[in-house]
């Protein structure tokens, strides 16, 4: 069984910062394809930044502000958001392929201020 456990989220004020968590326990043997998604209220869930083995994938919106990475030796990724603003605002994901299966975290809520 694999878990995935976001945290990190809060409320911040328009161009502060945070750093999300994901912690993954369980069967974990790949940290290879994995990434960030987040849903604002009232729309659909969009990816924000992806790792596929070597290359990484980042949406236009959040390119120079939000960083994704990894540490393999704690079965931990990183989702480092800096200039937040309001549009910001929703629910984070982390995302995780092990094999065949995708593994999905409960996700953390940020809310940016004005």
């Known amino acids: 069984q694999v878990q995935l456990v976001e945290s990190g989220g809060g409320l911040v004020q328009s161009g502060g910062s945070l750093r999300l968590s994901c912690a993954a326990s369980?069967?974990?043997?790949?940290?290879?394809?994995m990434g960030w998604y987040r849903q604002a209220a009232g729309k659909e869930r969009e990816w924000v930044e992806r790792?596929?083995?070597?290359?990484?994938y980042y949406a236009d919106s959040v390119k120079g502000r939000f960083t994704i990475s990894r540490d393999n030796a704690n079965n931990t990724m990183y989702l480092q958001m800096n200039s937040l603003k309001p549009e910001h605002t929703a629910v984070y994901y982390c995302?995780?392929?092990?094999?065949?299966?995708?593994?999905w975290g409960q996700g953390t809520q940020v809310t940016v201020s004005s």
């Open positions: 369980g069967s974990i043997f790949s940290m290879n394809v």
């Open positions: 790792i596929r083995f070597r290359d990484t």
């Open positions: 995302n995780i392929w092990i094999g065949a299966r995708e593994h």
